[in-house]
């Protein structure tokens, strides 16, 4: 029953969706059916008539409230109403998987009653139907939140000129696209569908999903969409106006870091997946899936660049607008390519949802009309102030366009087969191969760059001053690169320059840390007063450069130093392996939850000394009748010890793959580093918001 | 005033559109050039016997269906031999590694390697990520080119029902 309601509220989410978009558009509010129809409905929603007239004498209505937020309840309580529809729906999905109510084939197709209360939650997110309304549920949240961003202003923000119309515009977008998201879901893959007749069970999760991370990813990966989706209507919302400017890049400047974060988040829980699959073994394959996650997180990363030059500067308006509306373009076209059939057969579980023809109409058009739209708009689009070649404005947007190129090498990597094999042409792959030969050269005027860029001076800088203060970095970097390369000159050269700039990052930001915090006069106080006026957003982006270049050597160094040994092992046996040793104890049958397990023990020992013992396991899960192996992993502290057993071999042993990666722990850390410099310019960023006092945080 | 501002307004568009221009054009080179050698062309097993014998250093795919019955291991107690095919022709393939997950007789598979002298192909990986029932599509494909899709479709749904 409770199915019915989230159905329901779907189509409702769908009304008001239209509802809020029409509402909140500009065209309404300058309209006179407006002063006669939202009169009496404003008294209706507790408020009074809303100040937003273009009339001159708004100002004068708006003057004495200006400590109250603004009356805006009418424009407030559409979203959250968009939000109890949402989740009204994404309970009624998931109480359809926790109660297993077969009658609903989408519960039937991905979900067991044997499968565990977790993974019947999980299993909802994975199918076309429950992630779109996973999706939804994102907006409809981000929604809200803009809603009370947009009404309650900041009072640092640069809202001299403000009437209001930015607020509308973006929530009429977001409305329109909230709509449209959920036009796809109740035509493509409505999830809310009953069987006549219900099967006796379902035929259970996908083994391979089933993994406390990967049930994790899903809702990052929607919210960071989600966030990009507020960009793309904030973009939109000043390209109507005409007003692209500082205050619109202010307002984006939490979701661009949300968005960020949120994607990051996503796709390092699929790298430490495939990573922990002993079956992929690897943290990276360039597929489909992963490249659709990789390609809105690096035009997010550009646009988290441009922004900041667009708040400070008001330069590269016309640039980050694109990549404002590419972002959210990108992310929304690679959830389409995961799961439309449009260029081969899917795998099996998205098979039966059919083509999310709906998902592709719609893509076209908002995009058509906002790619339209900015066309339009670039004459309004030009630099006010313009800026040298050596100057900060310059390094980042050469930055961001070099990101935005790996992400169009990428796009076209994913495509280009496709493209070929449906017009009917050869059948090749783009893999690792391809990848690694083109992006390896874009790189590495990137990580260059970033390794000065922080420290250059807006507007206009000096190429000997910038060379006075890279001279250490410099010169520490290049002793680390010439070392690496002798010392190792038999190797592939890729790794070793990818140590070099590794290096350089790392010795570039520390050095511009410790200049601001050492050099600078230290105004009659303690350091420590330094590190404050340092300032969180210096913190988090110092933090996420080395965050960078950590993973950045972890992964250059463990791809050449990587050792692998397969061997066939008895009980007893000791397997050497880098600086580890490990020996295998047997395997023992055991059940899991529900899934007989083969589990294999090692003890590890590091120098003969005891370390710990793994567990590497062949699950067995019956309802799909499928294997699937999980990896033992030590992260040591000079590397991740990867091991995992695979069949009985014919000499009675079993096969035992033992991997030491050196550094491996550093590709971890780094992931972590920079998702950390993300999550506290975000935290300091809410926390400021609500002192009382407001001070920006800067 | 204005004038200069004009001027070096002018300016800095020039150097933004060389510079975007110069990446752009770096970009197209750096993907043609990839695509040329290090693209990884898929054959069907019937395609590979018909192009044989191919140079050893050509690094390929081939997919198909694992013939029933035909995973075998060698002496050496690692090296894993099974045969492809896509109905029509099939081709031996060996392999020293552990066997992704999915991997299973009767089932699609993709093997990237090269051909030895003697019309073996030597796999240095063997992919079957995804699902139980995933078809991968360049396997599908040749089975189409082969004739043989529909069989291996109906007997694929029967599994299913049981």
């Known amino acids: ?698 | 005033m204005s004038l200069s501002r004009a001027k070096a307004r002018k300016r800095q568009r020039m150097y933004i559109i060389g510079a975007v221009l110069l990446a752009v054009a770096g970009a197209a080179a750096l993907i043609l050039t990839a695509f040329e050698d290090s693209v990884v062309f898929f054959f069907s097993p019937t395609e590979i016997v018909e192009k044989s014998p191919i140079d050893p250093d050509q690094r390929l795919r081939i997919g198909g269906l694992v013939v029933e019955g035909s995973v075998a291991k060698l002496e050496d107690g690692k090296t894993i031999a099974f045969v492809v095919t896509d109905m029509a022709q099939s081709v031996p393939i060996a392999y020293s590694g552990i066997l992704p997950d999915l991997f299973r007789e009767g089932q699609g598979v993709v093997a990237e390697g090269h051909m030895n002298g003697n019309g073996t192909f030597v796999a240095s990986e063997v992919l079957a990520k995804h699902d139980e029932n995933y078809m991968p599509p360049e396997v599908a494909e040749s089975l189409k080119k082969s004739g043989h899709w529909e069989e291996i479709e109906q007997k694929n749904a029967e599994q299913m029902r049981n």
């Open chain 1, 1 to 698: 029953m409770l199915a019915e309601f989230g159905h329901f509220a779907l189509l409702l989410i769908v009304v008001t969706g239209f509802g809020q978009a029409v509402l909140c558009s500009p065209l309404w509010l300058r309209s006179s059916i407006r002063s006669s129809l939202l009169g009496p409905a404003t008294v209706l929603a507790g408020g009074s008539p809303g100040p937003f007239s273009d009339g001159p004498g708004n100002m004068s209505v708006r003057l004495p409230t200006q400590d109250l937020p603004r009356q805006t309840s009418p424009y407030l309580i559409l979203p959250l109403g968009i939000l109890v529809l949402a989740i009204i729906a994404e309970a009624g999905l998931l109480h359809a998987f926790i109660v297993s109510d077969f009658s609903l084939p989408i519960v039937a197709d991905v979900s067991h009653s044997s499968t565990p209360l977790l993974f019947r939650i999980g299993a909802a997110f994975t199918p076309d139907g429950g992630a779109m309304v996973l999706w939804l549920l994102a907006v409809s949240l981000v929604n809200v939140v803009l809603a009370i961003q947009l009404f309650t202003p900041e009072k640092s923000s640069y809202a001299q000129d403000d009437d209001g119309s930015l607020y509308h515009n973006a929530l009429s977008v977001l409305g329109l696209l909230i709509a449209v998201l959920g036009l796809a879901t109740l035509i493509d893959a409505d999830p809310f569908l009953r069987m006549a007749v219900a099967p006796l069970d379902g035929r259970g999760m996908n083994p391979q999903n089933q993994d406390v991370l990967r049930v994790l990813r899903e809702p990052f990966l929607y919210l960071g969409l989600a966030g990009l989706a507020v960009i793309y209507a904030l973009t939109i919302s000043g390209l109507l106006d005409k007003k692209f400017d500082r205050r619109i890049a202010e307002t984006m400047r939490f979701w661009t870091i949300m968005s960020w974060v949120s994607l990051g988040t996503a796709i390092a829980i699929n790298a430490y997946r495939s990573y922990s699959q002993q079956a992929w073994g690897n943290w990276w394959y360039w597929d489909t899936a992963e490249n659709s996650l990789l390609l809105p997180w690096l035009l997010t990363t550009a646009l988290v660049h441009c922004r900041a030059v667009l708040e400070k500067t008001e330069t590269l308006k016309g640039w980050t607008a694109f990549l404002g509306l590419s972002a959210l373009a990108v992310g929304w076209f690679g959830v389409y390519l995961t799961r439309s059939d449009l260029f081969g057969p899917l795998t099996e579980t998205l098979m039966k949802s059919g083509d999310s023809m709906t998902l592709l109409i719609g893509f076209c058009v908002v995009f058509a009309g906002s790619y339209y739209l900015f066309w339009q708009r670039s004459d309004n689009l030009g630099e006010p102030r313009p800026f040298e070649p050596i100057s900060r404005e310059s390094s980042m947007f050469l930055n961001s366009v070099i990101l935005a190129l790996i992400a169009a090498v990428v796009l076209i990597g994913t495509i280009y087969p496709l493209v070929l094999r449906w017009l009917g042409g050869e059948n090749i792959t783009v893999g690792g191969p391809f990848y690694v030969e083109v992006l390896v050269p874009m790189t590495v005027p990137l990580l260059l760059l970033m390794g000065f860029a922080p420290t250059l001076r807006w507007r206009q800088d000096e190429v000997w001053l910038i060379g006075r203060r890279m001279k250490l970095a410099a010169i520490l970097s290049l002793i680390i690169f010439l070392f690496v390369s002798i010392r190792f000159i038999d190797l592939s050269p890729a790794p070793l320059i990818g140590i070099g700039l590794a290096g350089w990052i790392l010795t570039a930001s520390l050095s511009d840390l410790w200049a601001r915090l050492w050099r600078q006069p230290d105004h009659g106080e303690s350091k420590y007063r330094n590190l404050q006026l340092l300032g969180p957003r210096y913190l988090s982006m110092t933090l996420a450069h080395i965050g960078l270049a950590v993973m950045l050597a972890g992964g250059a160094a463990s791809s050449i130093w990587e050792e692998q040994i397969v061997v066939s092992a008895r009980a007893g046996q000791s397997i050497q392996a880098g600086p580890y040793n490990l020996q295998y104890e047997g395997v023992s049958l055991l059940a899991g939850e529900n899934y007989a397990t083969r589990q294999a023990k090692f003890i590890l020992y590091r120098h003969a000394l005891p370390v710990t013992e793994l567990y590497p396991e062949i699950r067995y899960y019956p309802i799909r009748g499928v294997e699937t192996r999980e990896a033992g992993i030590w992260h040591g502290r000079d590397g991740d010890l990867h091991v995992s057993v695979g069949d009985r071999a014919d000499d009675g042993g079993r096969v035992v793959s033992v991997r030491f990666l050196p550094m491996m722990t550093w590709v971890w850390a780094g992931m972590i580093l920079m998702l950390t410099g993300g999550a506290i310019s975000i935290v300091t960023r809410i926390f400021l918001r609500f002192q009382k006092n407001g001070v920006s945080a800067s």
